[in-house]
């Protein structure tokens, strides 16, 4: 299993960055891998909610289906399925002050089957991809 966490401070309010990153189809403006990703159960956004999503991976595209499994005010945990893959996306949130956020993002990715021989590859892989999100997150939210 590859797994990376980080946990950074952008300037951005607690409630604004929660609002936004609890929609898993704003992946498309935030995570580098994340090619399109759409909502495919009607209604609002709440735990069970999926979403279709596109991404690519170590140069192969690839798709899964992700459900939020979590929604609380300061924490939201998104789960991704394929016949591949199993991944884990968990975003926590703390407030620092008025207008600034502390984020937890942890992800993490195994594979099944055969596909689990990439492991190591995908460790590697993952640390920089984490580097670029960090990156790409910050910009997103603190440009909102």
Not at 12 to 37: H, I, M, Q, S
Not at 42 to 62: D, I, K, L, Q, Y
Not at 73 to 94: C, I, M, W, Y
């Amino acid at each position: 299993m590859a797994e990376v966490r980080r946990t950074f401070t952008v300037a951005a309010p607690l409630e604004k960055v929660v609002a936004y990153l609890r929609d898993f189809a704003n992946t498309t403006a935030w995570d580098p891998g994340t090619e399109r990703c759409e909502q495919t159960t009607p209604g609002p956004v709440a735990v069970g909610t999926e979403w279709h999503n596109v991404s690519s991976f170590f140069g192969r595209t690839t798709e899964l289906t992700y459900r939020m499994t979590r929604d609380d005010p300061d924490h939201v945990v998104f789960e991704g399925r394929n016949k591949r893959a199993a991944t884990s996306d968990d975003l926590a949130f703390q407030k620092v002050d008025d207008n600034s956020t502390s984020i937890t993002y942890r992800a993490r990715l195994r594979f099944t089957g055969l596909a689990r021989f990439a492991d190591p590859v995908a460790r590697l892989a993952f640390e920089v991809l984490a580097a670029k999100t960090v990156k790409q997150l910050t910009g997103v939210l603190e440009a909102r």
